[in-house]
């Protein structure tokens, strides 16, 4: 052939290296709020830059679940799951990514024979010879229609998704042992009231037995005074073994067996942070499983390009040398150099549908992919609406109860005068005792619910995330895009 037709031929094939076959790709669009609907004054709207990142568990101010939340980096097997995953994810887009450089094999051979003496066509020859062989053979499919390089696109989406994946299972984990260590301080701090209460309770009881000794009052009035206390002792056990359900849960998520695991309590609540809240577009790169489904949809419109190209013909270019003896004279001489040098074409006529029907699956895919995309944002809206509207009631419902413990105190304090000034039977100390207690515990809930829905919306607007290449290493806070 010609020099010029060679270099017409290769200059065209090169052209061809520059196609795709996969539609151009842009994220799923959906409309965007300009605001959140339900900000208040415990969410003040202010950049992203200074919204919670990293250790975002640091704004309680406990020392204890500081060094709780570092023991997941190590101790949890989910997250160690998640990270081999990663890993996977990687090493599959390096497979991937092999495919765009020539492969080069070598192997060698050598071998005794023996003819058959009726072989068919057999002309003349030894029957019995040495055959030595040592060669190499290079590779390399030229690209035409993007094949190669929308596998290796979709590798590297699939990793950086697995890289998201791996923050998303991160903030979980976190938020679920925030959720239960401030729960288990909760409960300490119900602890704490009700041991207040029976020590309070047994003081009037033993008043009671007095005042009813000198016959100031009757013998229902003691039989009120034991319900009380016994019933408050009661409530104490059953706070005691819900707080164990709880530490239970923490050893599970730092990797500890329960048996061997606690936490001293302190009935000391730590104060409600004020958790700042950027614009809603925002929430699109800092959400890492909004992250991993707007790759994966990145992924599958790359695989449209794959099945594409299934259509069309592939070329390679293919090199075969070495050397061959029968065994006698220097295997590495020229007289015994052999080569093969050209390319090869391939293409399917009929395959009755398979490959258009590759295609159609692939498009389907996109549109799955799409669909969950589209899905996650407009959950991630609703979680962090719903936990803006708790932050914001539930610090005026505190407000509320705070000002019923207090009137419930002075109504306490003043039936226990009246009652030793005869004035009113211990049915009126009873119930003031038991509204006084019932008031503090639900002051105690309400701002255990408000830690807990900070945490919830922390973990709504992406926690701590931070976007990093998928190139790092398995990441503190894994990653969305290059």
């Known amino acids: 052939m010609p020099r010029v037709k060679l270099l017409g031929l290769a200059g065209t094939a090169l052209a061809l290296t520059a196609c795709s076959l996969a539609p151009p790709y842009a994220p799923p669009q959906i409309a965007m709020p300009s605001a959140y609907k339900e900000m208040g004054p415990w969410t003040p709207a202010i950049p992203a830059d200074a919204a919670p990142r990293g250790p975002w568990w640091t704004v309680y101010g406990d020392e204890t679940l500081n060094r709780l939340e570092q023991r997941i980096e190590t101790g949890n097997p989910d997250l160690a799951l998640a990270l081999a995953r990663y890993d996977e994810a990687r ?12 492969e080069l094999d070598i192997g060698g051979s050598a071998t005794g024979n023996r003819q058959s003496a009726d072989r068919p066509l057999r002309v003349g020859g030894a029957t019995y010879y040495q055959n030595d062989t040592v060669g190499s053979t290079i590779s390399y499919e030229l ?44 409960l ?17 009881q033993d008043l009671t037995e007095i005042l009813h000794t000198g016959g100031a009052v009757a013998g229902l009035d003691v039989g009120r005074a034991k319900t009380q206390l016994q019933s408050t002792q009661a409530l104490r056990t059953d706070v005691g073994a819900e707080r164990a359900l709880y530490e239970h849960a923490i050893a599970a998520l730092v990797g500890e067996p329960a048996s061997v695991f606690s936490i001293t309590p302190d009935a000391k609540l730590p104060p409600t942070p004020r958790t700042p809240v950027s614009a809603p577009s925002e929430l699109l790169q800092r959400r890492p499983d909004i992250a991993a489904a707007e790759r994966r949809a990145a992924a599958a419109n790359a695989q449209i390009g794959v099945a594409r190209a299934a259509l069309f013909p592939t070329l390679t270019l293919d090199a075969t040398g070495g050397f061959q003896t029968a065994g006698a004279g220097s295997l590495l001489s020229a007289a015994n150099s052999w080569w093969t040098l050209g390319p090869s074409l391939a293409m399917s006529l009929f395959d009755g549908g398979r490959r258009k029907a590759v295609v159609r699956a692939s498009r389907d895919q996109f549109d799955e992919a799409s669909a969950v995309y589209k899905s996650t944002v407009l959950t991630a809206f609703q979680q962090v609406e719903d936990n803006l509207a708790l932050c914001n009631r539930l610090a005026f419902e505190a407000r509320q109860q705070s000002d019923a413990v207090t009137a419930a105190q002075q109504t306490e304090a003043l039936a226990l005068v009246q009652y030793r000034m005869g004035a009113v039977t211990y049915l009126d100390v009873v119930t003031a005792q038991t509204v006084d207690l019932q008031a503090q515990r639900t002051e105690l809930s309400v701002e255990t619910r408000r830690l807990l829905a900070s945490v919830d919306l922390v973990r709504a ?3 701590g995330w931070i976007p990093t290449t998928v190139a790092a290493a398995p990441p503190a806070a894994a990653a969305a895009a290059d």
């Open 91 to 102: 090493a599959n887009l390096a497979q991937a990514r092999a495919g765009l450089a020539p």
């Open 143 to 186: 690209d035409l229609w993007g094949r190669v390089r929308n596998m290796v696109a979709a590798g590297k989406a699939n990793a950086q998704a697995s890289a998201a994946d791996v923050a998303s299972v991160r903030l979980s984990l976190e938020a679920q042992l925030a959720d239960a260590y401030l729960n288990l301080r909760g």
């Open 188 to 204: 300490d701090a119900q602890a704490g009231l009700l041991d207040q209460a029976t020590s309070a309770y047994a003081k009037a």
């Open 461 to 463: 607007l992406g926690g």
